[in-house]
């Protein structure tokens, strides 16, 4: 059976730090690509982040500079190391998994997904 569980999420201070993780159990970790999504309240879902199979990253411009993505494969996890948080990086933060090598940071080709993390940054 296959499940995403993401923590790390919390309250911060813009300018802040955080470090979301995704545990991954049921998954051959180098057959997927590998993702981060946000929901922020009566917005759609938005691509943040994207690790593919090959290797190979794309970041949404929003966050270039700023966030990092990245996985432990000996522990089955995705990170996002998010640092000089905004306000509008507030949202509901999501992992999602693919089978293969997916184009671009496109939440249609991912049809697995956690439950989300909140993160919240005051000014």
């Known amino acids: 059976q296959v499940q995403l569980v993401e923590s790390g999420g919390g309250s911060v201070q813009s300018g802040g730090s955080l470090r979301l993780s995704c545990a991954a159990s049921?998954?051959?970790?180098?057959?997927?690509?590998w993702g981060w999504f946000r929901q922020a309240p009566e917005k759609q879902r938005e691509g943040v982040a994207i690790?593919?199979?090959?290797?190979?990253?794309t970041y949404a411009d929003s966050v270039k500079g700023r966030f990092t993505i990245s996985r432990d494969n000996s522990k089955n996890t995705l990170y996002l190391e998010m640092n000089r948080l905004k306000p509008e990086d507030t949202a509901m933060y999501y992992c999602a998994a693919a089978y293969g090598w997916v184009l671009g940071i496109n939440a249609a080709d991912f049809p697995d997904w956690g439950q989300g993390t909140q993160v919240t940054v005051s000014s």
């Open positions: 690790l593919r199979t090959t290797g190979s990253i």
């Open positions: 049921g998954y051959s970790s180098s057959a997927y690509s």
